[in-house]
């Protein structure tokens, strides 16, 4: 199939929009003209994706068609739905019935099958798949099905065409013949050929013709029910077909209209002079055409400028009219006039309406589709939209302004007839766009008794005589019409389908693009809607906008026609834009990479040899390239040297190496004994005497450090000072000898030494020091000589700065002593440094040797004597207290000591006493006395009324009442006498019994009368005799005075 493109409107849908440019005049009548410039066509401006179609083009699918009162169209779900009259089963319902009428239904017969364009005649229709199939269906009287014979169908049959031939496009117009384009742009027609429509060269009817042919496809006279190929003339294609009534036209590959069938009224031959068949070629006369016939405008009552060099991109046909759609976009028609048809303002045949004539059209724009029925014909306006004009039989032509009657009666029953109200409309009138301007059509198609447009959004709006096609489910009126459009609602709202008009994107729309699909390969589109060849130098691209494109630095194109620029090869470069050829690299130049717009200078350290290299070549070591693009390299100087490969400079040898030879890969390192202070010595230097260098590779000789001396040239070490000697400077050749006090005891002495103290020295050169004998002594550093030790000190060791004073507890006597001598015993000596010791004091002693202090005597003990080895033992009832007594004390009344060597004396408890001094012992208390205090001289006597019965008491004790004591210092009581009583304890007399009482007992604490016989009151006998018997053993046992 070829490129046409179906948009779904279930997608976004963009209208078609042009600028306006000056495409017609609008003039009053046909003999007005145009200026040549008037008729340039431009539309770089369209948007991309435009949709809409362009009746019977091979670059755009058809998805609205009008027979005679039935309508078909292309849903978007790829079915096909027609609506109106089917007494032949043309609505492919699977039906038929005189001057039935139905609502709108899907074609039954499809399924299965995607749809992509629809066609619908006088009695029947076409439907073409996606896979260049087409079915027909309705009246076949005239083969008009193209399914090898004349039986009417109500179901769609599938056409019997050649093997191999794709069909990419049908044909429209009210005929009873069929036409489509193939893929390869072939033209086949069948159906009814009564003059020639069919354009195979055969005319099945003898009217007026000069010979009689058989019909080819097995037809019977005036049909063919098979297609034809149409003899359009070699290598001319057809780019859109249409059939009228017994004509047919079409545009070819080359610009040009071809008609051919009936001629009558000058359809087909457009007034063009006729000498190559039978008939008056006048327009006034009838005669045939049966193969294609180029309008060539050649008739002098044309009055379109430069007419014969225009190009149509459609044509479209009536009955007895036809029009073209110029690729400037101007309406041109030419044939009957008898109503209107040709838009030109008149409605005669004269000869001047009949030939070619440009249409009235809006001022300032240009068509861009056209569509045609039986006399009447369509256009959609850049600008203004629809126009329509002719016959306007039910209000097809649309003319309502909003202000006149929106309907139309008409007579003439179910086929039509004259208007009784609504003229025919003889200038292009503009289709009513609705109360709010909100109905825009991108695609309007004219049929024989209404018009349908559709909508941007898919939508489908019709008027005329639409009683006769099922709109909004009215039913068939046989008088009334429409002249505004009404809303036509599809079964289940499915939405119409729609063609892409621009396919390459470019802004032109496929009808007029003269390369629908873009600019070929290698072409490139030089202006508007032109392409050429790309020259030498440039390439074209392949998409939109296929522009020219130079080929860039880097590439070249020594051909015309590509599609790219070919790259540089390494080793060559392209340096501007637009190259024909590459350049190779010259010497000192590479270059490893395609597309290069230059070459590379070889770089520092490199060079390149020759020309067209595609690397640079390193310089080997001991060379070297200081610059950019050389083409050769340069030895190292002496005393330079060049390591590595690929160096851009030479490099001094450094401090301490030399290179006394050019082209030198390293240097060489100065030896030991050798230096190079300066770069790129060429020669080494010797070390002077007092100087030395121990390594390879220095820039300079040591200075001998101190303590060491060099004495000869080139020395690669230094010698040290020996013993004895020394070197306090660097870079000295001889050594220093020891002065007396002082020395060195190794090599390598940056100063002498100074003897220690302890140690001297009296000789010069000396490697140590003596050390002082015992009994002397150094006391400072750098000494020649040593000193005895003075009495009081000493010097046990050798090598000392000091001597020892005598310790504490020793002595010393002589000088230069070596030891000091302990003190003997009963001595002793608490300084040091001391020539004799002390003796011990009265109250110390000393029992052994090296005292160095007396020990006093301690508490219990006592010396009176010097020189004492030890102490005395205090005896017992004696005491010494602290330390160093001399002497011992008595112990004090009160107090005793038993024990010898005591520090104090025992104080006599409570109940004894101590009468004496130095007493061992302390006495109890005798029994009638007693002591409450310690330390007591003597003893207290019991009070009277009290005893004390025991000896040592602390305490008297009162005594009972019943007894009592007059006398101090006793140990008992006296019970009271018979007729005495005592009543209280502690008593020191008995008391009488009163008068008039007695107590004939003793001991006892009261008296009792006289009857009582001596008892006191509520006694017992038994009491009496307890009572007795204590008495008696009371006084038994005390004693009394």
Known sequence: MNNKRIVSFSLSLLMITFTTITIFTNPLSTEDSLSDSEVRYDTSHLQNNSIGSLQGHIDTYDTLSIGIQFTCVVTDNASVICWGRTDYGETGIGMTGNEAYHNASYVVGLTGITVVEVAAYWDHACALSDMGEVYCWGRNHEGQLGNGNSADSTTPVQVSFPSGVEVASLAQGPSVHTCVISTNGDGYCWGYNNAGQIGNGEVCAPVEATSKLSCAGGGSLDHVVTP?????????????????????????????????????????TGGDPVTDMSGDAACGFTHRQPSPRKIMFQNTAVTIPDAQNLSFTQVVVGWVFSCGLADTGAVICWGANTESQQGIGTNNNQPEDVVPTLAIAPSGEHALSISASTAQACALFNESGAFCWGDNWGGNAGDYDGTNNWYC????????????????????NAVWSGENDDIHFTSVIMGASNTCGIMSNGSLYCWGAYAWNGVNGSVHNTNTGVRLPLFMPMPGNVIIAQTDLDIDGDG????????????????YQDSYNSCSEAPQGGYAE????????????????????????????????VPVSGGFSQTICPAGSYQPNSAADSCILADPGYM????????????????????????????????????????????????GSYSPSSGSLSCISTSPGEYTDTPASIQPISCEPGSYQPDFGQSTCLLAPTGHYVSIPMASTYQPCLSGYYQSAEGMTGCEVTSPGSYTPGASFTAPLDCSAGTYQPSSGAERCIDAFPGSYVPSEGSIESTE?????????????????????????????????????????????????????????????????????????????SKSTSCKIVPAGHYSIGLGSVDFMACMPGTYQPSSGMSGCIDADQGNYVGESSQLMQTPCPKGSYQPLAASSDCVSADAGYFVEEAGAKEQSPCEAGSYQPIEGRSNCIYSSINNYVPEAGSADQIACPSGEHQPMPGQIGCVGEDEEGLLPGFSSFMVLIALMGAASMISARKLD
């Not at 780019?239 to 008609?259: F, L, M, P």
């Not at 001597?803 to 002595?811: F, I, Q, R, V």
Request: aromatic letters at 8%; charged letters at 10%; one cysteine or more.
């Open 228 to 268: 034809q190929l149409v003899n359009m003339p070699s290598s001319v294609g057809i780019t859109s077909i249409n059939a009228g009534g017994e004509h047919t036209c079409a545009t070819g590959t080359d610009g040009g209209v071809y008609c051919w069938g009936q001629d009558n009224n000058c359809r087909v």
């Open 409 to 428: 009666t008409y007579s003439g029953g179910s086929n039509g007839g004259g208007n009784l109200d609504c003229g025919d409309v003889s200038t292009p």
């Open 508 to 523: 032109v729309l496929v009808p007029f693009d003269a390369f629908p699909n873009g600019c070929p390969s290698g072409w």
């Open 542 to 573: 392949s998409s939109n906008p296929w522009d020219l494109v130079m080929c860039s630095p880097g590439t070249y194109q020594p051909n015309t026609g590509q599609t790219e620029c070919v790259e540089s090869t390494p080793g060559y470069y």
């Open 608 to 655: 390149v040899g020759t020309p067209g290299k595609i690397e640079q070549t390193a310089c080997n070591a001991g060379r070297f390239s200081s610059t950019s693009g050389s083409t050769d390299c340069v030895r190292a100087q002496p005393g330079f040297y060049v390591s590595n490969s690929g160096s851009s400079e030479e490099i001094p040898c450094p401090l």
């Open 789 to 865: 030790c003075t009495p009081g000190t000493y010097q046990p060791q050798s090598g000392q700065s000091a001597c020892l004073e005598a310790d504490s507890g020793h002595y010393i006597t002589l000088t230069a002593a070596k030891n000091q001598v302990p003190c003997p015993v009963t001595t002793f000596q608490p300084e040091t440094g001391q020539t004799v010791c002390l003796d011990a004091e009265p109250g110390h002693y000393s029992d052994g040797i090296g005292m160095a202090d007396q020990t006093p005597c301690t508490e219990g003990e006592y010396q009176p004597s």
